[in-house]
């Protein structure tokens, strides 16, 4: 039960700041000695469910329009969402195109700390972007410039890159501000999300839930990460108004090279 309460906070925490969850659940898997990638599966799905949910609660004011026909007469409100899809085209290609590459990468910690290093580099120089100023926001952004955010996150699919990180990044190189691109980022999250969830939950639902699987204590799991992704993304958009992605990045180089100093003593 402790080992799923530090990976439910774990992933509540990371999935929305720049840190990259997929890269902390790999590495926190390891060190735990988590092994069966079975049930591994079935507990991430879990997880980012959790965290799906934490991020529609908290946008709740700008998906509630999209269930009333009124809001779908607002141009305003259609745009956004053509921006949310041209920029999911490019995300779910990567993401179906590169599937076994990525998977590959899981199981290998060093290259999860060299991409997490990438995170930080990305997030640095983004950090000095910021100071440029905005010339758009998520209302008049570009139809290319979404699509380069799409990019951004398709490519986040690695573990160690982190999806929030590389899409806040990419908005604010596009002209966005550390708010706009954040708000921008976790919009796209539900599509992207959402639907990498649905495929992976397809695949348990032909082949059933492993034996060894303790589904209760999964459930225990996602809701933690649900709470603490939800405060999370409160502390994230209020650090942002600050433009101050320069002190996560500092975070992901320690940790980066503190876990390949790790990994390599544990190894010799």
């Given at each position: 039960?402790?080992e ?11 999935e929305f ?7 902390h659940?790999?590495l926190?898997?390891v060190?735990f000695?988590?092994?069966n990638p079975e ?8 997880l980012?469910?959790g965290t ?7 946008f709740?004011?700008?998906l509630l329009?999209?269930?009333t026909?009124?809001?779908?007469k607002?141009p ?10 041209a ?5 779910a290609?990567i ?10 990468m ?14 930080a580099i990305?997030?640095?120089?983004a950090?000095k972007?910021a100071?440029r100023g905005?010339?758009c ?6 139809p290319?410039k ?8 398709g490519?986040?699919?690695?573990p160690g890159?982190?999806?929030s990180g590389a899409?806040?990044?990419s ?9 706009e691109?954040a708000?921008?980022?976790f ?5 992207a ?8 939950a397809?695949k348990i ?6 034996a060894d ?9 996602g809701?933690?990460a ?7 993304l409160r502390f994230?958009?209020a ?18 090279s503190?876990?390949?100093v790790a990994?390599?003593?544990f190894?010799?």
């Amino acid at each position: 039960m402790l080992e799923v309460i530090i990976l439910g906070f774990v992933q509540g925490l990371t999935e929305f700041l720049p840190v990259s969850s997929s890269g902390h659940l790999t590495l926190v898997q390891v060190f735990f000695n988590w092994k069966n990638p079975e049930t591994n599966l079935v507990f991430d799905i879990i997880l980012h469910f959790g965290t799906l949910l934490a991020v529609i609660w908290f946008f709740r004011k700008d998906l509630l329009p999209y269930f009333t026909i009124s809001g779908w007469k607002d141009p305003t409100r259609r745009r956004l969402a053509l921006m949310v899809v041209a920029a999911s085209v490019p995300t779910a290609a990567i993401g179906i195109g590169f599937k076994k590459t990525f998977e590959a990468m899981f199981a290998s910690p060093p290259t999860v700390c060299l991409f997490l290093m990438v995170t930080a580099i990305l997030l640095f120089i983004a950090d000095k972007f910021a100071k440029r100023g905005e010339t758009c926001d998520i209302q008049t952004i570009s139809p290319l410039k979404a699509i380069i955010v799409g990019i951004f996150q398709g490519i986040a699919v690695a573990p160690g890159i982190s999806r929030s990180g590389a899409t806040i990044s990419s908005g604010i190189f596009c002209g966005l501000s550390g708010v706009e691109s954040a708000r921008f980022s976790f919009l796209l999250m539900i599509p992207a999300v959402g639907g990498a969830t649905l495929l992976e939950a397809k695949k348990i639902f032909v082949s059933g839930l492993p034996a060894d699987i303790n589904l209760e204590m999964a459930i225990v799991g996602g809701i933690v990460a649900m709470i603490t992704g939800f405060m999370a993304l409160r502390f994230l958009m209020a650090f942002l108004k600050e433009q101050r992605l320069r002190y996560f990045s500092y975070y992901l180089a320690i940790v980066s090279s503190c876990s390949w100093v790790a990994l390599t003593f544990f190894r010799s």
